[in-house]
């Protein structure tokens, strides 16, 4: 399942850390920030920083969740996805 959503930043809002936060994943996510691969995530905290890729401007995050191996085992597999966000959370 692939998501992607555009944020608009201002120069102001980059003078501290910022960190994308899912909070809540079923699966395995790769993260990426204007075109450039910045995280895969494979278990908790769903959070990586993402400072060095936001520009002034508009930016596009895009993720991509996969589900696991796990749910060959289960009799009822999950489906896999973010569940909960918080897309961008300063320091």
């Not at 589900?67 to 489906?79: D, F, G, I, K, S």
């Not at 896999?80 to 320091?91: I, P």
């Amino acid at each position: 399942m692939r998501y992607t959503t555009e944020i608009r930043l201002e120069e102001s809002q980059l003078s501290r850390p910022v960190h994308l936060d899912l909070e809540r994943v079923r699966g395995t996510v790769a993260g990426g920030v204007n075109g450039t691969p910045v995280a895969h995530l494979v278990w908790q905290p769903w959070r990586t920083p993402v400072s060095a890729f936001l520009l002034p401007g508009l930016n596009r995050i895009e993720l991509e969740v996969s589900n696991t191996l796990a749910n060959l085992l289960e009799e009822y597999p999950e489906a896999s996805g973010v569940l909960r966000v918080s897309l961008l959370q300063q320091a």
